[in-house]
């Protein structure tokens, strides 16, 4: 497991920088969304199965969504199309499915070492609760105010666009 563990962080590691360091948004999309997957990971090899999974879920998806929505509302006009078609091209694709090929066996292979006495367990909205406010209410916290980040980015971003479609209203 300390095996997975370093290769994790190594590919956490490589995909945030790759994320800040490309001035494409789509490229530093697919970066962030492997480099949140890849620190799922290591919640989950680390024994924090719950954070693991609000990583998945609030990050690689909520705020992914949220970003792909704004990316897609400033996509407007012809100029974009020809840029989307570079967008498909295979070259821009070999480092995140590298990545993600990574993280891929690296989660297979957990899944069929894992022992299946934990699960089946039926868990009801009071022990969610107890756990959210409990021993995972740091993680909750960091999980609202980036989730809160998200949505001023978004907003910040999406802006001009509804500043524009105001003056096209109103005139």
Do not use: C
Request: glycine residues 8%; proline residues 2%.
């Amino acid at each position: 497991m300390l095996i997975l563990f370093y290769m994790t962080s190594a590919v956490a590691l490589f995909a945030t920088v790759m994320m800040i360091t490309r001035l494409n948004t789509v490229h530093s999309l697919l970066y962030l969304i492997l480099s949140l997957l890849a620190v799922g990971v290591i919640f989950f090899l680390l024994g924090a199965h719950f954070a693991a999974v609000l990583e998945v879920i609030i990050y690689a998806g909520a705020i992914m969504v949220l970003f792909i929505f704004v990316i897609m509302l400033l996509n407007l006009g012809q100029k974009t199309l020809t840029q989307e078609r570079l967008w498909l091209e295979p070259g821009i694709w070999i480092g995140p499915s590298l990545l993600a090929l990574i993280l891929f066996a690296e989660t297979t292979f957990i899944i069929a070492q894992a022992d299946s006495a934990e699960t089946g367990q039926i868990i009801n909205a009071k022990q969610v609760g107890m756990a959210l406010f409990g021993p995972y209410l740091l993680a909750v916290e960091l999980a609202s105010l980036l989730l809160l980040a998200g949505l001023v980015g978004a907003y910040h971003f999406g802006k001009p666009i509804i500043m524009s479609a105001r003056s096209k209203v109103n005139s």
